[in-house]
């Protein structure tokens, strides 16, 4: 896996899919950040990753490669860790869902980016 291989995606309404996330978090749905992503990860709970793309790339390389291992959906999102800083009060690039509604949900939200060059 390489840089190429992150598939960037837009978000289609951003303000919903602050309120869900802001709601998942309140309802102890969400788990923030590096190691609390991987630990759920591993344990089989997540039903939805999201990551930043502004982390780096070892960074997005090591959560998305134990997300494909365990076969997680996840999603390279471009909300940055200073977005969720304001609405969750913690800055953090990685957010793992363990919700399967709120995952569903937040996933339509998300669509991945066609690269028009080609």
């Known amino acids: ?9 837009e978000i289609k309404d951003v303000k ?3 309120n869900l996330i802001s709601i998942a978090a309140k309802a102890g749905n969400l788990y ?3 190691d609390a992503a991987k630990k759920v990860i591993t344990n089989h709970k997540t039903k939805l990753l999201l990551v930043s ?15 494909q291992l365990a076969s997680v959906n996840y999603k390279l999102i471009p ?4 977005n969720f800083l304001e609405w969750l009060g913690k800055r953090v690039g990685i957010i793992a869902l363990t ?4 995952a569903k949900e937040i996933n339509s939200l998300i ?7 080609e």
Do not use: Q
Request: no cysteine; proline share 2%; aromatic share 12%.
């Open 79 to 82: 909300i940055s860790p200073e």
């Open 53 to 67: 793309n502004t982390l780096s790339n070892g960074t997005k390389y090591a959560i998305i490669r134990k997300a």
């Open 16 to 18: 919903r899919f602050k």
């Open 99 to 102: 919700d399967e509604g709120f």
């Open 32 to 34: 923030l950040g590096f």
């Open 1 to 9: 896996m390489n840089k190429d291989d992150f598939i960037e995606s």
């Open 111 to 117: 669509v991945n980016k066609i690269n028009k060059e």
